[in-house]
Nanobody
C-alpha cells in the first residue's frame, strides 16, 4: 500500500512563505507522477501543481504560477511545494497525490493515492 504523508503546513501572514513536503512509502516513488491539490471550505478540490516522474515536466495552476514551485527528490522519496508570496485566498488543506500513469492531469480522479492533507492558513 502506497502511503503519502504531508508536512509543513501552518499559519503564515500574507506575503510570507511555507514549504510543504510529501514523503512517500510503500511503492517505487520514481514510478509516480506527483501532484499537489488544495481544497478550501465549500470549494471543490483544485489542482495546484504537477511534476513528472523524472522532474522534467512541470505544470502549475494559473492562480499559483510565479509564486509556487514544485520539485522532487527521488532519492528521498519526497515531493515539495515551495509557496511564496502567499495570499489569504491560498488558505486551504493541501494534499499530495500520486499518479501511476505518465500523463499530466489536473483532475483529482486521475490520481491513485492521496495523503491526509496539511492545513495552510494565510492571514491578512
Amino acid at each position: 500500500q502506497v502511503q503519502l504523508v504531508e508536512s509543513g503546513g501552518g499559519l503564515v501572514q500574507a506575503g510570507g512563505s511555507l514549504r510543504l513536503s510529501c514523503a512517500a512509502s510503500g511503492g517505487t516513488f520514481s514510478n509516480f507522477r506527483m501532484g499537489w491539490f488544495r481544497q478550501a471550505p465549500g470549494k471543490e478540490r483544485e489542482f495546484v501543481a504537477d511534476i513528472s516522474r523524472g522532474g522534467g515536466s512541470i505544470y502549475y495552476a494559473d492562480t499559483v504560477k510565479g509564486r509556487f514551485t514544485i520539485s522532487r527528490d527521488n532519492a528521498k522519496n519526497t515531493v515539495y511545494l515551495q509557496m511564496n508570496s502567499l495570499k489569504p485566498e491560498d488558505t486551504a488543506v493541501y494534499y499530495c497525490a500520486a499518479n501511476i500513469r505518465s500523463s499530466y492531469s489536473r483532475l483529482p480522479t486521475q490520481y491513485d493515492y492521496w495523503g491526509q492533507g496539511t492545513q495552510v492558513t494565510v492571514s491578512s
